[in-house]
């Protein structure tokens, strides 16, 4: 019998430690994850994941698949981090396993990935955005186009400098749903690429999906200056999709605005500290367009200063130059998208050489995240609804608990003291009342 070693603290005498505390979890909240996944089918979604390695192994690819997931909504993106939750109690619980599958387990799994499995995590992705909208369908959509730098280190197939962030890394093109949050399609790229590179190719299989299976959804597209290429605005207006993009100005353009310059001097003639705005629109066809578009110009005099901003926005939509240049300025919501892609989960976990490997990282990290948000938007308590995940992994998922096993039970008893309980019972409910989906 081995005894238990007490540690005394110099600063308190009366306080001991020792690691006799039984099976104990930091993680609890991730049992809310799991129960919502549950009913969300997601497991049903993973379940047919496999590479093309069908040899026989302890921890199946699906598993593999789910472990990751757990554990970049958890917060641990290492693969290392798996051998420190081999014995996680929530995690074992919640893969069913006695054991979690080890580090090298889950780089053998990253080096069988290819297109095959790259295919796969995008028909998952499509099979869970049908999940969410059996369970609230949207009447809109709003299609965000970005792209961001992913960094590399070292001579990783496909890294480029991007003169743009001036860095090396992959240049991966995303969509999002504007006003969910919700990571539609995400395709990695080369460094070198520019911001439009395969747009077209990449946005058609997404708009027939949505013809097909969503044909009662309005869809609206948003992009900045670095999509405004004909054939983005022609596979809109062919798809019924309406549009607003950002055009890089230019003489031609400069000179259409010309009488609004004249206008803000008449209307501060008097006064050159005053702030003034003056919107437009008119007719423009650039060399490379088949037709004239109709171009908003929104011009600008900021408060104290003697120089003027210019927006240009190309768009086939009928609202006045005022509400589309309102529409367009709520973009910036993308761009908090993507920093919680890439702080909150890691979207830059593209660490193998090999491209196509990188692809499926990011693939299945986008899995995660959307995931979460469906979770945070459908069964979350509605002022948790605007946290972002690590707000949420602090408050929520990072619940003290230890487990108990009796005969027939295992008892997760979670910390008495926990500041958030009702929003964790809240959640629960919420998550009981959604259909059950297959």
Excluded at 71 to 97: C, H, M, R, S, W
Excluded at 175 to 198: F, H, I, N, P, V
Aim: hydrophobic fraction near 35%; charge should be neutral.
């Amino acid at each position: 019998m081995s005894s238990v070693n007490v540690l005394q603290l110099e600063s308190n005498s009366k306080i001991k430690i020792n690691f006799n505390g039984g099976d104990l979890s930091s993680d609890s909240g991730l049992l809310l994850i799991k129960e919502f996944a549950h009913k969300f089918g997601f497991h049903q979604h993973v379940s047919q994941f496999k590479t093309d390695d069908m040899a026989n192994r302890f921890h199946k690819d699906d598993k593999n698949l789910l472990q990751l997931v757990y554990q970049i909504i958890a917060g641990y993106f290492e693969e290392d981090d798996a051998d420190e939750l081999t014995n996680e109690p929530v995690f074992a619980n919640i893969l069913d396993k006695k054991a979690l599958a080890s580090q090298p387990t889950l780089s053998r799994f990253w080096n069988r990935m290819n297109e095959k499995t790259l295919s796969q995590f995008n028909e998952i992705t499509k099979s869970m955005r049908a999940s969410a909208y059996a369970i609230k369908c949207p009447k809109q959509v709003l299609l965000d186009l970005d792209s961001t730098l992913l960094k590399t280190f070292g001579k990783q197939e496909g890294e480029g400098f991007n003169y743009h962030y001036r860095a090396h890394g992959y240049h991966p093109l995303l969509c999002y749903d504007g006003l969910t949050g919700d990571l539609l399609k995400a395709q990695l790229r080369g460094g070198t690429d520019y911001s439009s590179t395969g747009v077209v190719h990449f946005m058609q299989p997404l708009l027939d999906e949505y013809d097909k299976s969503y044909p009662d959804v309005e869809l609206f597209l948003r992009g900045d200056s670095g999509f405004a290429t004909p054939d983005l605005f022609k596979q809109c207006e062919t798809n019924g999709v309406s549009y607003a993009i950002r055009l890089k100005a230019n003489s031609v353009l400069y000179s259409n605005a010309k009488h609004l310059d004249e206008e803000i001097l008449e209307a501060t003639k008097d006064n050159m500290i005053d702030a003034v705005v003056c919107y437009d629109e008119f007719y423009y066809r650039a060399g490379t367009w088949d037709y004239p578009r109709r171009v908003v110009v929104k011009v600008e005099k900021p408060y104290n200063q003697l120089t003027y901003q210019y927006s240009f926005i190309v768009t086939n939509m009928d609202l006045s130059p005022e509400e589309i240049l309102m529409y367009y300025r709520n973009r910036g919501t993308m761009e908090n998208f993507i920093k919680e892609g890439k702080s909150g989960f890691d979207f830059a976990s593209t660490s193998s050489k090999n491209k196509v490997t990188n692809a499926n990282r990011l693939g299945l990290h986008v899995l995660a995240y959307n995931l979460f948000n469906y979770f945070r938007r459908l069964v979350l308590p509605k002022n948790m609804k605007k946290m972002q995940i690590d707000t949420i992994r602090l408050k929520l998922l990072k619940v003290a608990s230890k487990i108990v096993k009796a005969a027939r039970y295992i008892y997760f008893k979670l910390c008495s003291s926990c500041p958030y309980k009702e929003a964790f019972y809240e959640t629960l409910e919420n998550i009981r009342r959604l259909p059950q989906l297959e």
